[in-house]
């Protein structure tokens, strides 16, 4: 059983290695091993140390995806098995049907998805296009990621491409540490479901949607290809990658991060800002209302 230090000397080594803000990680080095010598850690178990030195390691560097995480679940400590968490979500994705929770047709024709996780392009374009052909001949959308917790930068891009004519939007870039290469994605060519034309798309926000929930949210309005709705969004925008430091402990580690090609920045640290702010139990019945408003004037 590793130690509490060992633990945390572990987790340090691969913040160090891999932050998207090398020039941040002598200060965050310095505050942990601080408090470890303070005694701060010492006789913590699993799960609280994970939340003791996530509080610390964001008091120094507020970065939502900075974090020790602990998993119930025995990690392989192989090397060769570290693939930055990419099997893990995988699973993830399948057993929450790479994110599609919910789709309906609401009175007025309006259709609705909700999305609790952003699945990769690769593996759920299948599922995505089966969602997008279920609404392709409603008069609006709603797309409620008020409970999505995250996902892949594939998938926020070819969700958002629905909502384009063609492949000629650039979206967004991310620059990578690792490669110290800048990825630029744009809307997909080829989709296997319609576009969704330029019919209203309403998307509905809490304060729980994260990550690549918050991607799709901002890439649209920024766009103004839709209203966004609900609340102000977590505010975590770096793509991340996940190591074990110990059977149960997993440290994530911010190796990218995104930069829209309309505001030039992205939503770290300050969330998605709805267009229209209501609480997010009331977000759909906003979004409703405004859709009858807005389709009842274009047929006017």
């Not at 052909?133 to 008069?139: D, E, I, M, P």
């Not at 920024?222 to 996940?242: D, F, L, M, S």
Request: include cysteine; aromatic fraction near 6%.
């Amino acid at each position: 059983m590793p130690t509490n230090e060992h633990v945390i000397d572990l987790a340090l080594q691969r913040i160090t290695a891999g932050y998207v803000f090398p020039e941040k990680t002598a200060a965050i080095e310095t505050a942990i091993r601080g408090r470890l010598a303070e005694g701060a850690y010492a006789g913590l178990s699993g799960p609280e140390l994970c939340e003791t030195v996530t509080a610390d390691l964001q008091e120094v560097c507020p970065d939502k995806h900075l974090r020790l995480l602990w998993t119930d679940e025995p990690q392989s400590l192989e090397p060769v098995d570290d693939d930055g968490g990419a099997a893990a979500f995988l699973a993830l994705l399948k057993a929450h049907n790479h994110g599609v929770r919910r789709v309906e047709h609401l009175e007025g024709g309006v259709g609705l998805i909700e999305l609790n996780r952003i699945t990769t392009a690769a593996e759920g374009a299948s599922a995505i296009g089966a969602a997008m052909t279920l609404v392709a001949h409603s008069s609006a959308l709603v797309l409620d990621l008020r409970g999505c917790l995250g996902g892949s930068p594939e998938g926020a891009a070819m969700w958002c491409s629905y909502f384009f004519a063609d492949d000629q939007v650039h979206l967004n870039d991310i620059y990578d540490r690792g490669s110290d290469s800048t990825r630029q994605f744009w809307t997909t060519a080829h989709l296997p479901a319609p576009r969704y034309g330029d019919r209203p798309v309403h998307v509905l926000t809490s304060a729980i949607t994260f990550s690549g929930g918050e991607d799709v949210a901002y890439t649209l309005q920024a766009q103004g290809r839709a209203v966004v709705v609900g609340e102000t969004t977590r505010g975590g925008a770096h793509p991340t990658a996940r190591h074990a430091v110990s059977e149960h402990v997993l440290v994530t580690v911010p190796t990218a991060r995104a930069i829209n090609t309309v505001t030039g920045t992205n939503w770290e640290g300050v969330g998605v800002v709805p267009d229209i702010q209501v609480p997010a139990e009331q977000a759909l019945e906003e979004a409703l209302k405004a859709t009858t408003r807005r389709l009842g004037t274009t047929t006017a």
